[in-house]
Each structure stands twice: as C-alpha cells, then as structure tokens.
C-alpha cells in the first residue's frame, strides 16, 4: 500500500519504520525547515517539502496540487497525519482525493476545543462551562453566571500555548478585546482547579483495544505559564480512578466517531466534586516523550501499532494487540541552563531511558511499584532545581508552532 504521512514537526520515526516494514511504501509530506533532521531515511521511499505549513488557503492549495500531479502515477492508498497541527491538512486530502479515513467533520472533534465542547457536551460527557467567543450578550450572560476564574484559549493550538487565565469580569473583556478579529478562534471556559490525567489509547474499528491512564504532576499548564517541570506518572492499574478514565474515554472516543487510530485524551479530576471533565483530546500520540513512557510501564509502542493498524485497516488483514505489561513508570523533562546535561548524579536503578535533547534534561524511570516512581519523581525534582540543572522561559503571548 502507498501512505503519505504528513508530519510538519520532527516526530513519528517509529511509525515511519513500522509502516515501512509492513510492507507498505511510505511518501513524506513536511516543512522544508526540517529537512536536515535524522529522519528514517531508509523508511522513506519519497519525501516533499512544504515552505509554509499554515493552515491556510495558500498551503492548502499547494498540497493538493501538488498530491494531483502525484496522483496521476502513483496510488495513495492512506493519509496518516502524525502531529496535531496536520490532522486538518489530512483530512482535505482525504476528502478531496476521496481517500478512506477521518474526514474534515470528523477531525474537528480532534482539533478544534469549541467542537470537542459542544460534542462532549450535546452526548452528555461532563465539561466545565464554557462559551464560544462569537457574540457579546451569550458571553456577557456567561461570565455573570459562571464563577471565576476563567481560562481563554485557542481553538486549535496544541498543548498549553496560548492559553490566558482571567479571574474578572474586566480582565476577561479586555483579553477578549485584545484579541481583536482573531477572538472567533478561541474560546472561554471555567478553571476548575483539578489533577490532570492523560489517556493514551488505541482504537480499531470503533473500539478501543489499548488503554493507559496517567496523571500528570505539574500540568502542561502549569509548566508552560509557570516554568515548571513536566511530570507524569502511570495511574494505579486497576483502581477506581483507572477504571473512570478508561470510561470517558470510550464515551469519547465514540462520540467524537473514532474508528482507528492513535488517541491523546486529556481529563481533570476536580477537586470540588472529585469528578472527572473531560478537557480535550487529539488522534495522534501524544507528545513530549509520553509514548515512551507508555511504552515502558505496558510494553507497547503506540507509534509502530499504530502503523500496522493502518496498515491492517488498508489491506483487510486481522491484527493482534502484543501482550500489555502491567509496570509503573514515570516521566520527568526540564529545559536546562546547560546545552549537554551531566546525567551522572541520576544513577538510580529504575532509568530506562535518558533524554538527549540540546538544553533539555529528561528521565524515564519504571518499577512494580507506583509508590517507588513517586518517590524518584520527586528526588529527580529536587536535584534538577537544587543541583543547578533547571531552566525556564517565559510562555509565547500568542499561540507558535
């Protein structure tokens, strides 16, 4: 089978060995910025380059002119896009070139927060309140009736970036006014202070086969705005908290119209209720290292089984989940004040993996015990900050790929 994986940021090298070596022929469509990057070279039978990765008309128009010409030899049999920025860009091909796979309505629900929201929501999956910024009296009658604080957010950025907190009336029209012609992309929605929790997934044939629930430390909101350290943990296997997860995310993944792929689902657990909101998710792995994380408390990789499921959706051919370990792990990254970090002060153990990454400083420890994960996640914070190696930058005013 011929695929074209569109990926515009450096990511998904397993899912380019894995589609390779499932036979099929692997055509990369990227930002012509990162060209020089190690990609799989070996995997890849034919690259092109885009020098404007926007998601705008311009770009658009390029793609699929430049996929017509392409498509007068050459068969593309799938689309796959590996980074939240290209699910749009996939799905236009897709529906132009009528390819099979997640159409543009479909991907709305996994890029767009407001359709996420108002989907989630008409299906009866919890949400906390929030409001489109479309006219001034719903979102005038929203702020008097919803309590503050409030977070405005873009509607189709990833992660944190973007993201302001407001705890006025005041404050909250001006960031919105600030936001000039551009407010229609984004949002308003209440802060519920909470523990986030990411459920990393897989899904053939709309149902989910593969699930592992996680809870972040610090937030990625936290992080980004506060200049935290990122951290994540495995859930308790088994417990009740893993077991409502894995729910909403089902609830999720079904009402949104998933049927296969690699998921990312973000959840608050909020502490007023102790219920869980669903926040937002994404078809896609999730990033900053997590599907290595996954990979070492469960044993799967999310990138090369998400290959061979595309590869099985394509061809018809059944596939067999690996056998799904049962460890803890834990993850830790900081940017860093040196350009190659000393790791020789981390010597625990439980590391299974080292970030090597300029002005970054990561670990991946993994154990029987989450009780043991814990405890390193924080010795590992501590020595970060107290030993010199933390760095910070402040958060982008306005939402960057």
């Not at 995997?43 to 793609?63: A, P, Q």
């Not at 929501?121 to 719903?138: C, E, K, N």
């Not at 929605?189 to 996680?214: A, M, W």
Request: with cysteine; charged share 25%.
């Amino acid at each position: 089978m011929n695929f074209l994986c569109i990926c515009t940021y450096f990511k998904g090298v397993e899912f380019l060995k894995s589609c390779k070596a499932e036979g099929n022929k692997v055509f990369l469509l990227t930002n012509q910025k990162l060209k020089d990057k190690p990609w799989p070279w070996e995997s890849i039978d034919e690259v092109f380059y885009l020098d404007n990765v926007d998601n705008n008309f311009d770009t658009y128009h390029k793609i699929l002119t430049g996929l017509a010409n392409l498509m007068r030899t050459v068969k593309i049999d799938r689309v796959v896009a590996l980074d939240d920025f290209d699910v749009e860009k996939a799905a236009l091909v897709r529906e132009h070139f009528r390819i099979p796979g997640m159409g543009q309505t479909t991907a709305r629900y996994f890029r767009d927060k407001l359709a996420m929201r108002v989907q989630a929501q008409d299906l009866g999956i919890a949400v906390p309140p929030f409001s489109p910024l479309f006219h001034d009296i719903d979102i005038t009658e929203y702020l008097q009736r919803t309590p503050a604080p409030w977070v405005i957010k873009p509607r189709s950025e990833a992660s944190a970036a973007g993201i302001k907190k407001v705890h006025s009336f005041q404050e909250a029209w001006d960031t919105i006014h600030a936001l000039g012609e551009e407010r229609h992309n984004f949002l308003i929605e209440q802060f519920k202070p909470g523990d986030v929790y990411h459920v990393d997934s897989l899904t053939i044939n709309g149902k989910v086969i593969f699930t592992r629930c996680n809870q972040y430390l610090n937030t990625p909101f936290e992080v980004a705005h506060g200049g935290g350290i990122f951290r994540s943990v495995t859930v308790e296997h088994g417990s009740e908290d893993a077991k409502l997860l894995k729910k909403v995310n089902e609830d999720v993944m079904r009402a949104f119209g998933m049927r296969s792929s690699a998921s990312h689902t973000e959840m608050i657990k909020c502490y007023e209720d102790g219920q869980f909101y669903f926040l937002e998710t994404a078809s896609r792995v999730g990033g900053a290292n997590l599907a290595e994380m996954v990979e070492y408390s469960s044993g799967i990789n999310l990138w090369k089984e998400w290959a061979k499921i595309e590869t099985m959706i394509a061809t018809g051919d059944t596939y067999e989940l690996p056998k799904v370990e049962d460890y803890y792990s834990g993850i830790i990254i900081s940017l860093s004040s040196y350009e190659h970090p000393d790791y020789t002060p981390f010597n625990d153990p439980e590391i299974v993996w080292k970030m090597n990454e300029e002005y970054h400083i990561g670990l991946i420890v993994r154990s029987e015990s989450r009780a043991k994960v814990l405890e390193l996640m924080e010795k590992y914070a501590i020595m970060i900050r107290d030993l010199g190696y933390h760095a910070s930058a402040p958060a982008p005013d306005k939402p960057v790929h």
